[in-house]
T-cell receptor
Framework: GAGVSQTPSNKVTEKGKYVELRCDPISGHTALYWYRQSLGQGPEFLIYFQGTGAADDSGLPNDRFFAVRPEGSVSTLKIQRTERGDSAVYLC????????????FGEGSRLTVL | QKEVEQDPGPLSVPEGAIVSLNCTYSNSAFQYFMWYRQYSRKGPELLMYTYSSGNKEDGRFTAQVDKSSKYISLFIRDSQPSDSATYLCAMSEGGYNKLIFGAGTRLAVHP
């Protein structure tokens, strides 16, 4: 596709459930990023991948959050035992590389935990 | 105290006005400074990118960085209703790989 694609665009779940959010980056982009944006706040860094490996996962809030990018393209953010505080828009971005490349963001996956 | 502080607004101006947006930061290791625009329910898009101190101009937009004061600004000349959006400053120590964003300033330009 022409841009970063994120699915689902909206997800409503109950507290304690497991959630997967998917990101399909721009073709050829080697770097992929996950950010979380709470209402009225700027995006908060979670993790970024250079290729298949997580180059920096220091922003993941706790061990309930995990992300993979097994083939160096599509990435999945996984949240276990969701809590109401996890409600936010989860933004994915990709870039040509992690140092010099401009980030192109998707429209986000809006997660609501009831 | 947050690493990056940005007044959330909202800021309301008439069409044609000059708009000034700014951020302050505390981490002296920041070298890369960016401004993003975010429309409602969309992802942020890069407007301006500056390395270290100085000014950069692109059309109606001018970005300024004053590292001695830890202060960055974005000026929008001849503002248009289509400029109505949230403007986010972002910065990093090294390239694009880990951006720290401000909270964003909501701007409304009315005809």
């Amino acid at each position: 596709g022409a841009g970063v694609s994120q699915t689902p665009s909206n997800k409503v779940t109950e507290k304690g459930k497991y959630v997967e959010l998917r990101c399909d980056p721009i073709s050829g982009h080697t770097a992929l990023y996950w950010y979380r944006q709470s209402l009225g706040q700027g995006p908060e860094f979670l993790i970024y991948f250079q290729g298949t490996g997580a180059a920096d996962d220091s922003g993941l809030p706790n061990d309930r959050f995990f992300a993979v990018r097994p083939e160096g393209s599509v990435s999945t953010l996984k949240i276990q035992r969701t809590e109401r505080g996890d409600s936010a828009v989860y933004l994915c971005a990709s870039s040509v590389d992690s140092y010099t490349g401009e980030l192109f963001f998707g429209e986000g996956s809006r997660l609501t935990v009831l | 105290q947050k690493e990056v502080e940005q007044d959330p607004g909202p800021l309301s101006v008439p069409e044609g006005a000059i708009v000034s947006l700014n951020c302050t930061y505390s981490n002296s290791a920041f070298q890369y400074f960016m401004w993003y625009r975010q429309y409602s329910r969309k992802g942020p898009e890069l407007l301006m990118y500056t390395y270290s101190s100085g000014n950069k101009e692109d059309g109606r937009f001018t970005a300024q960085v004053d590292k001695s004061s830890k202060y960055i600004s974005l000026f929008i000349r001849d503002s248009q209703p289509s400029d109505s959006a949230t403007y986010l400053c972002a910065m990093s120590e090294g390239g694009y790989n880990k951006l720290i964003f401000g909270a964003g300033t909501r701007l409304a330009v009315h005809p």
